[in-house]
């Protein structure tokens, strides 16, 4: 019995020890394999802190629709998708019968394309992120896919490595400027993706042998550290394999550390899954969102892609840009701001001259941009276009609107005894003068000709405190706006 009972502890003992060898390897198992391909365990990703502190990044569409550079970026599908009559009265006007969209391809030139130019007009701007369009609807890449064989920029127009040279531009002379890629999931007319689309997405083809092996592809030649899907909006998630992909990605990729994604991955995904969201095409909520989220608006307000016939009103004014990134950054976004590049290489000037006046209004008051926070408010609860940043003990108010006679009153700050308010751009002077008064806290403005900001103001403020909040902040994502879903699928 000795024996027995000896033999039976050394089997408990064993199973014990087993069951805890067990256990040891699948925690060792879960650590090596980190995020797994769910939306529950890719959500639980922190973002990296150079996104949220960046807040200005720039978007470039370019491609084969920047040769008829007309109505939009989606051309092709116009003319030949939905048969737009506009774009097919067009196509009979100015080119000869029987003329496809590949046509265009040898136009494409990029003749004046110089990436070095582009990385100084870039830094001008003041952005801290670029995102460049690999890839559109139209299945053109701006690199020498291997799984875009003569429709690539290599093979069939400009002959070079677009999409290279300018990596290797914003990398060597202005490394501060953190590199991204935009990659359509989807494309229009690749028979590929027509016969999935025709099985209902319960067939894979095109997935497995043209939008994964491409996005493998540009992470690991080019190492993005954007990462913007689009084009996924017919399909489900599944269909694309995106957890997969994106599990991938933040667990063995080689920018798994850095590299930051969109929300565009999959039917009902935007708005609800990924780094940060979009939710879509021009989202400004207005009101502060729970998640990171991005404004990706354009300086053309009707077309992403260049236009040759835009007239001067059609590009946003410097005042509505900077409005529309003081209401962004307040409300926890970054914005993206898109340009479309020329067929030859160019930026068109409008676009330059809008992004360099960009950059100067920073360089007097990126104080209140870079890695600011939101405030308790986001808006003033008096006095319109007034919207509030915040960093460690400074709270900065962004003025659209000089003030009439040069006083400003604000409704949601409260002076203590430790208040004291500057105004960026003018060192030269003393601290502001305020006082409370019935309504809030009235603030003195410098003489404008002693200030050298122009556009929009920001007051800096420490000392004060937030009124209280009519109502707490929300903790779900606003819905966007039926016209936003209209822009989304333009």
């Known amino acids: 019995m ?113 990436p070095f130019e582009w990385a100084r007009v870039l830094n001008a701007s003041g952005a801290r992120y670029v995102v460049l369009t690999s890839k559109h609807h139209e299945g053109y890449t701006l690199w020498p896919s291997h799984y875009s064989w003569g429709w690539n920029a290599v093979d069939v127009g400009p002959k070079r490595d677009l999409l290279g040279d300018l990596q290797l531009a914003i990398r060597t002379r202005t490394p501060h400027i953190h590199f991204g890629l935009y990659h ?5 007319f690749n028979p590929l993706y027509l016969q999935d689309k025709a099985m209902h997405f319960q067939t894979q083809n095109f997935v497995k042998r043209k939008t994964m092996p491409e ?63 979009t939710c879509t095409d021009h989202y400004n909520p207005g009101v502060l969102q729970p998640h990171k989220w991005e404004n990706c608006m354009t300086l053309d307000k009707h077309s992403w892609g260049y236009r040759r016939n835009a007239p001067a009103t059609d590009y946003i004014t410097i005042h509505d840009l900077l409005t529309e990134l003081a209401m962004t950054i307040s409300c926890r976004g970054n914005i993206l701001i898109n340009a479309g590049p020329t067929h030859d290489g160019r930026i068109p000037p409008i676009m330059e001259e809008r992004l360099r ?12 941009v870079y890695q600011s926070q939101p405030w308790t408010h986001q808006n003033d609860s008096l006095t319109p276009g007034i919207w509030y940043t915040s960093k460690g003990d400074a709270v900065y108010a962004i003025v659209l609107k000089w003030p009439q006679a040069g006083i400003l ?82």
């Open 357 to 368: 006046q960009l950059g100067s209004w920073l360089d007097i008051n990126g104080e209140a």
């Open 215 to 277: 996005l493998y592809e540009l992470v690991n030649q080019y190492k993005p550290e954007v990462v913007w899907s689009d084009g996924d909006w017919e399909a489900e998630d599944k269909y694309w394999n995106s957890t997969g992909f994106l599990a991938w990605l933040f667990n063995e990729s080689p920018v798994k550390d850095t590299v930051v994604v969109n929300d565009r991955w999959g039917r009902g995904i935007p708005c609800h899954h990924g780094s940060y969201y």
């Open 2 to 114: 000795g024996w027995l009972h000896w033999h039976w502890q050394c089997t408990v003992y064993a199973g014990k020890f087993r069951m805890l060898l067990t256990v040891l390897l699948c925690i060792l198992g879960l650590a090596k394999a980190g995020y797994e391909p769910t939306w529950a365990s890719l959500d639980t990703r922190p973002l990296p802190t150079w996104y949220d502190e960046s807040k200005v990044g720039i978007f470039l569409h370019w491609g084969v629709f920047s040769v008829p550079s007309f109505g939009s970026e989606w051309f092709w599908e116009h003319w030949q998708g939905s048969h737009n009559q506009a774009y097919v009265d067009f196509m009979k006007k100015n080119y000869r019968p029987n003329f496809t969209y590949q046509d265009f391809a040898p136009q494409f030139t990029a003749e004046f394309y110089d």
């Open 409 to 490: 009153t604000l409704g949601s700050a409260q002076a203590t005894a430790g208040t004291s308010i500057s105004f960026l751009g003018y060192s030269s002077g003393p601290p502001l003068r305020y006082k409370m008064v019935k309504k809030g806290l009235q603030v003195v403005f410098p003489p404008m000709p002693e200030v050298k900001g122009k556009w929009v103001w920001v007051l800096a403020m420490r000392g004060v405190n937030p009124t209280p909040l009519l109502t707490p902040p929300q903790t779900f994502m606003s819905e966007p706006s039926h016209s936003n879903l209209i822009n989304f699928m333009q």
């Open 184 to 188: 359509s999931m989807y494309e229009w």
